[in-house]
């Protein structure tokens, strides 16, 4: 299972169940109490979502 990158407008506890729209341009779900230390931008993630966020990264790093 792959996951997205999205941006969140609104607080986990308001998304949590909720559908939007991931940074590739996916329909996803997002989960709040999904256990977020084991996300990373490993072989598991969208390539298109690592790469479109990955800039990003490195601005805000
Ligand atoms: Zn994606």
Redesign the pocket.
């Known amino acids: 299972m792959s996951w ?2 999205v941006e969140a407008h609104r607080p986990v506890d308001e998304l949590d169940g909720e559908v939007e729209l ?3 341009g ?1 329909i996803v779900q997002v989960w709040g109490n999904q256990d977020w230390e084991r996300v990373s931008a490993g072989r598991s993630s ?1 390539a ?2 690592v790469r479109r966020t990955a800039p990003a990264l490195r601005h805000a790093g």
């Open positions: 997205h990158a991931a940074v590739c996916a969208c298109e979502c």
